[in-house]
Structures are given as structure tokens and as C-alpha cells.
């Protein structure tokens, strides 16, 4: 268990539909990352937010977006569901420290949240 | 971040080591070299990461090259369990982005 926590565990809905996934970091950690990891791609690196602000950005799409509230769990908000959305939906935590070295950069992984879209 | 270069799969006998290898020629010197691994699905599992000395813990070791140019992780006595992806990456200090690549598939044989 490393202690991220997301649901739902999973997210079956309809194209065309908005969902929101909910991520809880590890106790202390400030920094949130989302991935996402579909059959033919691997695992893509959304978004970081790093104490409620937005840190770095990957291949996120305009119809997604994501925060991170003052208690620091994070919401991924999909909207205009297609198809191909459908995934794993991983959230990751790091860094309990206010400016963290590489050594304090490893990344805690939650279960992910299966969505599947129809 | 640096690319990394793994072999797609390889197969490790059961209470055997497995040496995975990774190449990351285009390494700079503040980059950390990380390991994880996901088996079927679950979210990627971290198993250990160095910079440029040879790291050890309970799940592996990490062997480092004088240049940095490539790494090899150790499973020094494979089970059936650690069957799964591994993936090397490499991260600039500080910085969000990871870029996982396609990984390792180990496959530990009875």
C-alpha cells in the first residue's frame, strides 16, 4: 500500500459525458501528478501540481483539467468523453518538502481509477 | 529528461538474479536515475533510485556506471512476483514531468 488513495476504483460512462477522479496524496506530501495509461500508449504524464498550484504540464488535453485543493487531494476532471479516453487513470504523490531534491522526487503511486467509455 | 533505452522483455528463471539493463547515454549530471515497476495493471511500485554511486536496498540493487551512460537493476533472487513491467527513467531534480518509456517486461519462470 503506498499510501494514495483514488476513486472510483472504477468509471464506466458514455461518450460525450464529464467525470471527475479523485486523488488523496500520502500524509505530508505537497506535490499531486496524474498519468494516464491507455493499451497502445503506456503510461503519459498529464499534470503536477505542487501545494495547490500547477508545477509542470505533459500531454494533457484542453478537454482535461485538474486541481489541487488547500487540503491537497486532486480532482482530474474529464469532459466531451471520447472514445479513446478510456484508460488507467494514475495519481502520484511526492515530496514532503517545500523544495525537494532528486532524492526526494520519488513517486508514490495510487491504484488508479479504470475508466471505460461507451 | 533523458531518454532511456530498455529491451522490450527477458525471462529470468525462478531464484535466479535478474539483471535488467538501461541506457541512458544522454544522462546529464543532475539527473537522478529511478526504477519502478507495475505489475498488471496496479499502479507502478517504486523500487529504487541513485545518482551515480551503486544503491542497494531491500527490493534490489542499483548498479551505476563510472559514466553514467547505462544502469543495470538486480532482483537478486527473482520469484514468481516480481513477473512485471520495469521501467528506468531518469529525472531532472526538481523538475514535475516523467517520462516513462516503454519498459521492461520480466517475465520469472518456475
Known amino acids: 500500500d503506498s499510501g494514495v488513495t483514488q476513486t472510483p476504483k472504477h468509471l464506466i460512462t458514455a461518450t460525450g459525458q464529464r467525470v471527475t477522479l479523485r486523488c488523496s496524496p500520502r500524509?505530508?506530501?505537497?506535490?499531486v501528478y496524474w498519468y494516464q495509461q491507455s493499451l497502445d500508449q503506456g503510461l503519459q504524464f498529464l499534470i503536477q501540481?505542487?501545494?495547490?498550484?500547477?508545477?509542470a504540464k505533459g500531454n494533457i488535453l484542453e478537454r482535461f483539467s485538474a486541481q489541487q485543493f488547500p487540503d491537497l487531494h486532486s480532482e482530474l476532471n474529464l469532459s466531451s468523453l471520447e472514445l479513446g479516453d478510456s484508460a488507467l487513470y494514475f495519481c502520484?504523490?511526492?515530496?514532503?518538502?517545500?523544495?525537494?531534491?532528486?532524492?526526494?522526487?520519488?513517486?508514490?503511486f495510487g491504484p488508479g481509477t479504470r475508466l471505460l467509455v461507451l | 529528461d533523458a531518454k532511456t533505452t530498455q529491451p522490450p522483455s527477458m525471462d529470468c528463471a525462478e531464484g535466479r538474479a535478474a539483471n535488467l539493463p538501461c541506457n541512458h547515454s544522454t544522462i546529464s549530471g543532475n539527473e537522478y536515475v529511478y526504477w519502478y515497476r507495475q505489475i498488471h495493471s496496479q499502479g507502478p511500485q517504486y523500487i529504487i533510485h541513485g545518482l551515480k554511486n551503486n544503491e542497494t536496498n531491500e527490493m534490489a540493487s542499483l548498479i551505476i556506471t563510472e559514466d553514467r551512460k547505462s544502469s543495470t537493476l538486480i532482483l537478486p533472487h527473482a520469484t514468481l512476483r516480481d513477473t512485471a513491467v520495469y521501467y528506468c527513467i531518469v529525472r531532472v531534480t526538481n523538475a514535475g514531468k516523467s517520462t516513462f518509456g516503454d519498459g521492461t517486461t520480466l517475465t520469472v519462470k518456475p
Open positions: 500524509s505530508g506530501d505537497l506535490s
Open positions: 502520484a504523490s511526492s515530496a514532503p518538502v517545500a523544495i525537494p531534491t532528486g532524492d526526494q522526487e520519488t513517486q508514490y
Open positions: 501540481y505542487y501545494n495547490g498550484e500547477e508545477r
